[in-house]
């Protein structure tokens, strides 16, 4: 079945781009330039997925997901400023699935599409009673991840992560001791042969420890072998 994503940003070099991409991957679109007129539609008619820009006039991203929210759990992914941890913090904490950095590439875009369409379908189906292989929840110590549901946590406390910081952890703590290295955790998190640096996947740890850190100051379950790699070690 084929899939329809909203694209909501006020600018509309972005949406014709966006929604040129998509259909070319056999997605169906709808487009919308500001958040006010958005919020209906995506109540009364919800896509399977939804991108908002966060910076925009009349109602912010942040603002029609806080209100999208109270009525609908569709996914939604954000477009954020460069490096602005505190759009990606708001809007995560808000109920946001992932969000990707302006500039961006539309590959990469596509690719966390289909990685929350793929989560959402299998939650659909743990919900519904259907068993597959991917629902089976990761322990390791203090850690818990159940992929079907995009669930982390540590100790009892939920750690919220992006789609592409479940992955990398997934991958670390699927094998705990056993040493992944950066172009490993590249392939685990993303996919359709995007080349990202190394430098990227050092960010996305970072990142990981530092939402692990909030719960928990002394969490050191991921341990960096400089020149080798990153590893999860279990407790």
Do not use: C
């Not at 997901?65 to 759009?87: A, M």
């Amino acid at each position: 079945m084929t899939a329809t994503i909203a694209l909501v940003d006020d600018d509309r070099n972005i949406l014709t781009s966006v929604s040129i991409a998509l259909q070319a991957e056999g997605f169906l679109t709808r487009v919308y330039s500001d958040g006010e007129t958005a919020l209906k539609a995506l109540v009364d008619n919800p896509p399977d997925l939804a991108i908002f820009d966060v910076k925009m006039p009349r109602m912010d991203g942040l603002e029609l997901l806080r209100r999208l929210r109270e009525k609908s759990q569709i996914p939604v992914i954000f477009l954020t400023s460069k490096d602005d941890e505190l759009d990606e913090a708001l809007g995560l904490a808000m109920g946001a699935d992932d969000y990707i950095a302006k500039p961006f590439s539309q590959r990469l875009l596509i690719a966390r599409i289909r990685a929350i369409l793929r989560r959402t379908e299998l939650s659909h189906a743990h919900a519904g009673g259907e068993e597959a292989a991917s629902d089976t929840v990761i322990e390791r110590g203090r850690l818990q991840m159940d992929p079907a549901r995009h669930r982390v946590t540590w100790g009892g406390d939920n750690v919220t992560l992006t789609v592409t910081e479940f992955l990398i952890l997934e991958a670390l703590a699927q094998r705990p001791g056993v040493v992944k290295t950066r172009n490993q955790l590249m392939d685990a998190a993303y996919q359709d042969d995007i080349y990202v640096d190394d430098r990227t996947i050092d960010s996305h740890i970072k990142r990981v420890r530092r939402k692990f850190r909030e719960v928990d100051a002394e969490f050191d379950a991921i341990e960096t072998l400089y020149g080798a790699g990153y590893r999860f070690s279990e407790e």
